[in-house]
């Protein structure tokens, strides 16, 4: 079964500082990768995706990932944050359209003013 | 109006009881999700249906039925309560494009205590 590792539960970055979110999956023949953002109390909603093409997918509010299949990984990064950035982000991994999204425990960004 | 609708927003129930929590969507997709979230755990996924007539356990579903009451309806019980689910509840609803998976749409969140 797949699985999803975020490797930091908490990343605090000062306001206009670059960001990396580190996210590692299982290995599979084929891959569909996701993040999603959850702002405070609100549902979570589609950051980016990769489905196949370009290995560097570009997101909304300026984040962009990069598939990475010889190290298993889909880094999400920005090159500088906003406070409006402050959230949590799940990484989502998906082998086939008949199976569900897995998602990984999430990394709460904090941007620092 | 939300795509995406969960009923209640906020529940607070006794152990024991039998208490329902209901999601409705207007997107017209076939595939629908019950997932908790916990502090620290993420998301794990309770239940899914990728159509009416499909009804699937996920990893946690020990403790919680569903019903598929149409295609645009999707309701999550817990027979009898207990403490040890409380947690955020959240509805999502996908449709297959192309094949793969696709964008999971979510609602915003039942936020349950059971005492």
Known sequence: A???TQLDSQVP??????????CNYSSSVSVYLFWYVQYPNQG?????????GSTLVKGINGFEAEFNK???SFHLRKP??????????FCAVSSSGNTPLVFGKGTRLSVIA | DA??????????????????????????HDRMYWYRQ??????????YSFDVKDI????????????????????????????NQTALYFCATSDLGQGVSETQYFGPGTRLLVL
């Open chain 1, 2 to 4: 797949q699985s999803v």
């Open chain 1, 13 to 22: 970055v000062f306001e206009e500082a670059p960001v990396e979110l580190r």
């Open chain 1, 44 to 52: 979570l909603q589609l950051l980016l995706k990769y489905l196949s």
């Open chain 1, 70 to 72: 010889s190290q298993t």
């Open chain 1, 80 to 89: 500088s944050v906003h406070i409006s950035d402050t959230a949590e982000y």
């Open chain 2, 3 to 28: 795509d995406v609708t969960q009923t209640p927003r906020n529940r607070i129930t006794k152990t024991g009881k039998r208490i329902m929590l209901e999601c409705s969507q207007t997107k017209g």
């Open chain 2, 38 to 47: 916990d502090p620290g755990l993420g998301l794990r996924l309770i239940y």
């Open chain 2, 56 to 83: 699937n356990k996920g990893e946690i579903s020990d403790g919680y039925s569903v019903s598929r009451q149409a295609q645009a309806k999707f309701s999550l019980s817990l027979e009898s309560a207990i403490p």
